[in-house]
């Protein structure tokens, strides 16, 4: 009893001790005297009897009716301090200690009761329990007004009453009679009979009040003991019309290629039972409550809730709601309040609610666990605290009680807690148990008053053998037995009535001591043998009371998740809200792009000048303009990878318990990526204005932003694939560069595709390894657009392309031809097979290409290319082939040119003159550009590769080869299927393939399941 309260009782004594005559004083003092023995020990008594005397001679000063009056006034002034100091549980037991202690005299006067009255009503305590509680200790039980308050422990089996309450107890002589207080949640009994009882080891005296705390038992030789959540569940079973029935049948659980996890397990309790896990570190507490929550599927055995299997896929659906899970890890979104992370997990679990209920539900629940006063405050992190610990805890624990689950699971719901605090979660905790539901709480080290509240224990050891299940006080007992402790029936102190737990864990893991007195690593008893003993003297008679296959109705459950819109609208907002919250990632997030366009630009601006300024700039004559491109590119996957790189690792915690709840994985993934989209949108459009306003690009924003901003949202969906698969913040930042080291070296911009290694150069085609890497779709795309379609070179690129082929053919080919013919006439006149053969090949394979151009006339005599049929004939034939085509080409070339001619004149008038023709073509047309695409520093135009005249010559106006999209660096457009698409358009699809590619992926783990897979490998080799 707290210090506050015997205080109070002392003043109050004394006022009750100054209504009765001067010569009763006396006997008055015994009487408290005697209840202070009871409580305190001699030092404490003498001190107490000393403040009571004190008391008395202070109220004891006036005589008769001044006196009276004197002291109803100062009952009301101590009632008045008492209200503002003690909970109302403590005044509870003040009222108890008054009744008793006016019962404690020789007779009861009116002036008493009033007494006592007065001070109830001080005390805000209703009339009908003051009148329940003052029939009970001064009248008989029966008297009690509202009998249904009251509980009858007996040995009768034919009890029957509609309003009294009854457990029956074999070999119990007389009866217990139990008095609920359901404001305070107290409950109080008085014993009738001749048998030999105690409370937590005390002597039980018959016809007088005790108040049953939690935890405590009433025992006996002759009876079974009478536990505290015996008598909470018969009140509790009786408020309500569907309870709990939670089975676990022979559950058995191994980890993958591993013999840990949970040994044959028995498990049956009911609603109101708050049930405790206890054990050392690593011996599988956690995985036990994750094969109880369904979270871990066992092997062999079932887990049953009123009947439903928790792991069928048919019950499921049925038990959806029904279970609550909190892990030890933090479920809070830092950048949210206290209030939203409440009330966004409200809307994602009560789709039917309408708002008003919603608002409704959580301030509810913020009142209850006394957050309501922080509910603006943000959560924070753990290196940017806004909220206590104790809070967070309880904010936690609110996201699964505002649904009300049945059955709860909390795992170390104390870790790191203070032990205020922890008192305070686990009374909240209880408190969900007078509610009816189930709660099973995994804990490592708890308090005595902690270790007291649970009205079941299951101790695990290690290798997941359960070697406790009971009354945790029986457990103490039990444990000492087996060791054979001398006072193994103690289960606490006698004197404070405290119990150690951790002497459980201390008993199990005590280890053997050698013949010099030390400590060995051997345990006494191994976790195998408390297993055994577990299954000899306690699993055989825990018989379960629950059918398994009998399905019941389970309690009112308004859980119900909004479809798949809704929840994408419920992430998408929450998604919002979290990032506009945090200043900091908002400003470095929406500045990064144009600090970087401004110094990309400003570097890359080279001032070339003019013959009259040499400090004007000319956009033609910029020579870092392919530069500016390339790191464009690079930037927009950079800032892709950076802003999704922890979007879904941070929330991992976060999306277990949602997938717990059955929520859309579906509708969370579409909220991140349409989220980042539109980052990456902001992004690259600041970008591009800035990018374009510094170097005077022009005609081009909209290009720019379409391919970087493509380029990002594929960077984005690599991001999230990174973010969902790997372990931790760390990691993922040392893969980016294993990331983006390959974009920049396989662009085809540092390395030419035609300087790489052998293995990997491809003659005609862009290789492989180059067309899988996102920067050189992105940086083709934009440097072939700018060359291409600039203002100034639409109105001539189609001409010009033309004309470029027409050269090629005649200043290239056809002379690389006619000098093959030579070659061969002389390989077979001098009988040079092998030379032979290789020519003819090349000479057949160039020929099989001009055969399939239109327009030009196909070879008949292609078929007597061989080196056996090959003759002089032949070989003119073939020479006056290649020369009609030269010809053609020519003429094709000069005819190309008369129309260049007349385009030109023609833009010239259009424009005014030809200075303003330079000036268009200066502000539109790079020349670095220009001869990045026409390959004007490569030498030679075409080379000989691997049975092929390889053009090298103007790449920017060759049209590709292949019919399914592949194609040389910078090609003009793309075949596909027989279909010429502009090279732009074609490689802004193949990114926005690729990122659906990814898309879907992310959707189906496969990054994570290609990582587990090969993880698996590994283990397996190393074993």
């Known amino acids: 009893m707290s210090e506050s309260i015997l205080k109070a009782l002392m003043r109050l004594f004394a006022i009750i001790a100054n209504f009765e005559k001067d010569d009763e004083s006396v006997s008055a003092r015994s009487v408290v005297e005697s209840y202070l023995k009871q409580h305190l020990n001699q030092a404490q008594i003498i001190e107490y009897i000393a403040l009571f005397d004190e008391f008395y001679e202070i109220h004891h000063s006036k005589t008769g009716k001044k006196r009276l009056s004197a002291n109803s006034v100062k009952v009301l002034a101590i ?66 007004p509202e009998q249904s308050r009251i509980l009858i422990i007996d040995n009768d089996k034919s009890f029957i009453s509609e309003d009294v309450k009854h457990i029956q107890n074999d070999n119990l002589p007389g009866q217990i009679i139990v008095l609920y207080i359901p404001s305070t949640n107290i409950y109080m009994f008085k014993y009738f009979g001749d048998g030999s009882l105690t409370l937590n080891g005390h002597s039980v005296y018959p016809f007088k009040s005790y108040i049953f705390d939690k935890g405590s038992s009433i025992r006996s030789t002759k009876i079974n003991p009478i536990y505290y959540s015996d008598v909470a569940g018969r009140f509790l079973q009786a408020g309500k019309k569907a309870k709990i029935v939670y089975v676990a049948h022979n559950v058995d659980f191994r980890f993958k290629n591993s013999p840990n996890g949970i040994h044959k397990f028995n498990f049956s309790e009911e609603s109101g039972q708050l049930i405790g896990i206890m054990g050392g570190s690593g011996v599988g507490k956690s995985t036990l409550l994750n094969v109880l929550n369904g979270n871990l599927k066992v092997q062999s055995g079932k887990i049953t809730i009123n009947g439903y299997d928790i792991n069928d896929d048919n019950d499921k659906s049925v038990l959806e709601g029904v279970i609550g899970f909190i892990p030890q890890d933090d479920l809070l979104i830092e950048e949210l309040t206290v209030y939203q992370n409440l009330y966004f997990n409200a809307k994602l679990c009560f789709n039917k609610f309408t708002e008003e209920q919603l608002i409704d539900s959580v301030d509810k629940v913020l009142v209850d666990l006394d957050l309501y006063g922080i509910k603006d405050l943000r959560v924070g992190g753990p290196l940017n605290k806004f909220i206590s610990g104790g809070q967070r805890k309880r904010l936690n624990i609110a996201l699964e009680l505002i649904r009300e689950p049945s059955v709860l699971f909390v795992d170390e719901p104390t870790s790191g807690l203070s032990s205020n605090d922890s008192d305070m979660v686990m009374d909240l905790l209880k408190e969900q148990t ?49 060791s054979n402790y001398v006072n193994a029936e103690e289960s606490e102190c006698l004197t404070c009535g405290n119990v150690n737990p951790e002497q459980l ?219 969902a698969s790997l372990n931790s913040v760390v990691t993922i930042y040392i893969l980016i560069p294993f990331i983006l080291v390959p974009e920049l070296l396989l662009s085809g911009t540092i390395v030419n595709f035609d300087k790489l290694h052998k293995n990997f150069t491809n003659n005609l085609y862009v290789p492989f390894f180059g067309d899988l890497m996102t920067s050189r779709w992105a940086y083709e795309a934009l440097v072939v657009n700018q060359f291409k379609t600039n203002d100034f070179q639409v109105e001539f690129f189609e001409i010009d392309k033309e004309m470029s082929n027409s050269a090629y053919m005649y200043n290239f080919l056809i002379p690389k031809l006619m000098g093959k013919i030579d070659d061969l006439e002389k390989n077979i006149y001098n009988k040079e097979v092998e030379s032979a053969e290789n020519n003819m090949k090349i000479l057949k394979n160039e020929i099989d290409v001009l055969n399939s151009i239109n327009g030009y006339a196909k070879f008949q005599l292609f078929d007597s290319l061989t080196p ?156």
């Open 434 to 482: 007078l509610k009816g539901k189930l709660v099973i709480v995994n804990i490592h080290q708890p308090s005595s008053d902690i270790f007291k509240m649970f009205d079941k224990l299951i101790i695990m050891d290690k290798g997941g053998y359960a070697i406790y299940y009971g009354n945790p006080l029986d457990g103490v007992v039990y444990f000492k037995k087996m």
């Open 868 to 1023: 056996s049929t090959f003759s002089n004939n032949i070989a003119e034939k073939t020479r006056s082939y290649l020369s009609d085509i030269k010809k053609k080409n020519i003429k094709a070339y000069n005819d190309a040119g008369y129309k260049k001619e007349n385009i030109f004149n023609a833009l010239v008038k259009k424009v005014g003159d030809k200075e303003k023709l330079d000036e268009l073509k200066q502000d539109y047309h790079n020349s670095s550009i220009a001869d990045l695409v026409l390959n004007k520093k490569e030498l030679n135009k075409i080379v000989e590769i691997d049975d092929r005249f390889i053009q090298h010559y103007e790449p920017v106006y060759k049209t590709p080869e292949s019919n399914f999209g592949r194609a040389h660096f910078f090609a003009p457009e793309k075949v596909f299927l027989g279909v010429q698409i502009d090279t732009f358009w074609f490689n802004v699809i193949v990114i926005w393939l690729t990122t659906l590619f990814l898309y879907v992926t992310l959707l189906g783990d496969g990054l994570k399941k290609l990582l587990d897979l090969l993880g698996s490998i590994k283990l397996f080799k190393k074993k």
């Open 505 to 723: 864990l201390q008993i199990v893991e005590s280890k053997v001591v050698d013949e010099y007195g030390k400590l060995t690593r051997n345990r006494k008893v191994t976790a195998e043998e408390w297993y055994e003993l577990f299954g000899q003297n306690i699993e055989q008679n825990l018989v379960s009371k629950f059918p398994t296959n009998v399905k019941t109705e389970l309690p009112v459950n308004y859980f119900s998740i909004p479809n798949r819109i809704k929840q994408f609208t419920i992430f998408t907002l929450r998604e919002i809200l979290s990032k506009l919250t945090n200043k900091q990632y908002l400003l470095i997030t929406f500045l990064e792009a144009p600090a970087l366009a401004v110094i990309l630009g400003y570097f890359t601006k080279f001032i070339s000048g003019t013959i009259n300024d040499p400090n004007q700039y000319v956009f033609s004559l910029n020579e870092n303009m392919p530069a500016y491109i390339f790191m464009a590119v690079v930037v927009s996957l950079f800032l892709g990878l950076t802003i999704s790189a922890e979007e879904i690792i941070k929330d991992r915690k976060i999306l277990q318990r949602e997938r717990f709840l059955n929520l859309s994985k579906f509708s969370y993934i579409n909220s991140k990526v349409i989220i980042l989209f539109f980052i990456s949108a902001i992004q690259a459009i600041t970008f591009a204005l800035i990018g374009d306003l510094i170097l005077g690009i022009k005609g081009m924003t909209f290009s720019y932003w379409l391919v970087l901003f493509t380029s990002s949202c594929f960077a984005n969906m690599l991001g999230l694939n990174i973010s």
């Open 79 to 144: 009632c008045e301090q008492i209200n503002e100091e003690l909970q109302q549980t403590q005044k509870m037991l003040v009222l108890f200690q008054l009744l008793e202690f006016i019962h404690s005299g020789d007779e009861v006067s009116v002036d008493d009761l009033d007494f006592v009255k007065t001070v109830a009503d001080t005390f805000n305590i209703s009339s009908e329990e003051y009148y329940n509680i003052k029939s009970f200790i001064l009248d008989k039980p029966s008297d009690v």
